[in-house]
């Protein structure tokens, strides 16, 4: 059974940073592609940022040069570090991966509120 299990939400200042990771069991982690999305209330869900099997990534303009997407393929875990942190970029955060025959899964969610 796939599972995807997010951490590192939480609240966190303007201008501040945080590391969500995202760590995958049954399946093998190494030749699926990755992703962040998030949803904020009345919103619908977005892409953050996505990384291939093979390391190559994307992002939503709203993120580039804030966060970076990175995976541990000996962990099986998908990184995204975001920094520069925007009271517009709270949203629940969800990990996402593709199997090379393209069936996805989601994770659970976790919080991020950026708020003074």
């Known amino acids: 059974q796939v599972q995807l299990v997010e951490s590192g939400g939480g609240l966190v200042q303007p201008g501040g940073s945080l590391r969500l990771s995202c760590a995958a069991s049954?399946?093998?982690?190494?030749?699926?592609?990755m992703g962040w999305y998030r949803q904020a209330p009345r919103k619908q869900r977005e892409l953050v940022a996505r990384?291939?099997?093979?390391?190559?990534?994307v992002y939503a303009d709203s993120v580039k040069g804030r966060f970076t997407i990175s995976r541990d393929n000996a962990k099986n875990t998908v990184y995204l570090q975001m920094n520069s942190l925007k009271p517009e970029d709270t949203a629940v955060y969800y990990c996402?991966?593709?199997?090379?025959?393209?069936?996805?899964?989601w994770g659970q969610g976790t919080q991020v509120t950026v708020s003074s």
């Open positions: 996402n991966m593709i199997n090379p025959q393209g069936r996805g899964w």
């Open positions: 049954g399946s093998i982690f190494s030749i699926n592609a």
């Open positions: 990384i291939t099997s093979s390391g190559s990534t």
